[in-house]
Structure formats: C-alpha cells, structure tokens
C-alpha cells in the first residue's frame, strides 16, 4: 500500500508562510512521476476540498481560494510535493492532506470527509493561521 507522508504545518499569524512536505514510502513502490500529485484540507465542518493538484507534465491547479497565493511543486528525484503557502489567511486553517489518485490522474475537487478511497491520502498536518 502506497504510504503518503506530511510534514511542515504548524502555527503561523496571519500574513505569514509556511510550506507543506509530502514524502512516498519507497517501500511501496510509488513514485511521483507516475502519478498526479495534490493537496486538499479540511476545516471543521466545512468540506474536503481540493487545494493544489500537479501533474507529471507540471500543470497546476489552485481552488479559487489560493491561487496567487499558494505554489505547489514537485521534486521527483526526492520523491516529494511541497505546497508553498503565503500571504496566510485565518480562513486557511485546515487539517491539509497530500493525496494521489489510485488512477494515476482523477481529481475529485469536493467531498464530505477526506480519505475516500478514491485515492491515496497522508495522514494529515494541522495549519493554523491566526489573527
């Protein structure tokens, strides 16, 4: 099983960065280049929502919420994602999950909860941005 790992949230005020990591397990085989890779989150209450998607060609995709402000990128020799975050809003705290389609390239950009089993998902790293 493909095992996603994130790293690099944390606490920020508002106006600040962060940047988001996210390493596969070489264990299972599983490389960047072979997939899409992105970045939803999660707030209480509110749905799962799909942030920042990159593909092996390296077009992007940024919910409307982010673009100009979040940078997603990929680092196949690393086997990693980042997810560059700046200019931080309260409205951005989240639980922020990397994921990968079990398809390779399917995007579904909404859903009720994350971890459906439409794709691959990391554990979770909590952003909280403050006022």
């Known amino acids: 099983e493909v095992q996603l790992v994130e790293s690099g949230g944390g606490s920020v005020q508002a106006g600040g960065s962060l940047r988001l990591s996210c390493t596969a397990s070489t264990a299972s085989g599983f490389t960047f280049d072979d997939s899409e890779m992105g970045w939803y989150r999660q707030a209480p209450g509110n749905e799962c929502i799909l942030v920042s998607s990159?593909?092996?060609?390296?077009?992007?995709y940024y919910a409307h919420s982010v673009k100009g402000r979040f940078t997603i990128s990929q680092d196949n020799a690393k086997n990693a994602v980042y997810l560059h975050m700046n200019s931080l809003q309260v409205d951005d705290t989240a639980v922020y999950y990397c994921?990968?389609?079990?398809?390779?390239?399917?995007?579904?950009?909404?859903?009720?909860?994350?971890?459906?089993?439409?794709?691959?998902w990391g554990q979770g790293t909590q952003v909280t941005v403050s006022s």
């Open positions: 990159i593909s092996s060609d390296g077009s992007t």
């Open positions: 994921a990968a389609p079990r398809d390779g390239s399917t995007w579904y950009r909404a859903a009720a909860l994350c971890g459906a089993s439409y794709n691959y």
